[in-house]
């Protein structure tokens, strides 16, 4: 059974290829695009030349290098820089949740789509009492500045 495998190594290629490239579909940072890619040019390798294992490995582990620096940064700069592209904590922004401790407009903890995060109150000198709903405002580094839904802000 071995035997069949080394006359078919491509086939194994071709199936990592696939399983990487599928599993690029939960990411969509373009890493395992890149490899499947290589993957995918160590089958084609081992296609041409089946006896040579270490020239498939060369040229797969080459193609995604040269993948990952050079085309990877491009398709991350033009899918970031599209229309309409939001970050992950850009989508944050408007979210609602609950404050776990009293925010202040120094600091606090409040819970956003099943994360904690570290919080302040978009007013200063006002304190958000644990448990009360909050929507985020903005971000400030890595702190939700937050507001309380059902308290009027003052003008």
Known sequence: MLE?????????????????ACT?????????????AGAGAGAITAAIVPGMWL???????????L???????????R??????????LDKLVGSDGVATSDITDGHGQVKVDGEEWSARALEPGSTIAA???IEVY?????????YPVFRSLSS
Do not use: C, N
């Not at 690029?24 to 499947?36: C, I, K, P, V």
């Not at 899918?79 to 992950?88: H, T």
């Not at 903005?138 to 937050?146: K, M, P, S």
């Open 79 to 88: 899918v970031r820089e599209a229309p309409g592209y939001r970050s992950a």
């Open 55 to 65: 020239l498939q490995v060369i040229v797969a582990a080459v193609v995604a290098a």
């Open 138 to 146: 903005e971000i400030d580094g890595a702190t939700l500045v937050v």
């Open 67 to 77: 993948l990952l620096t050079v085309l990877r940064p491009t398709l991350l700069r």
């Open 24 to 36: 690029e579909m939960l990411s969509g940072e373009f890493t395992l695009l890149m490899l499947a």
């Open 4 to 20: 069949s495998f080394g006359e078919h190594r491509w086939l194994l290629w071709a199936v990592a290829s696939a399983v990487l």
């Open 131 to 133: 448990g009360e709903k």
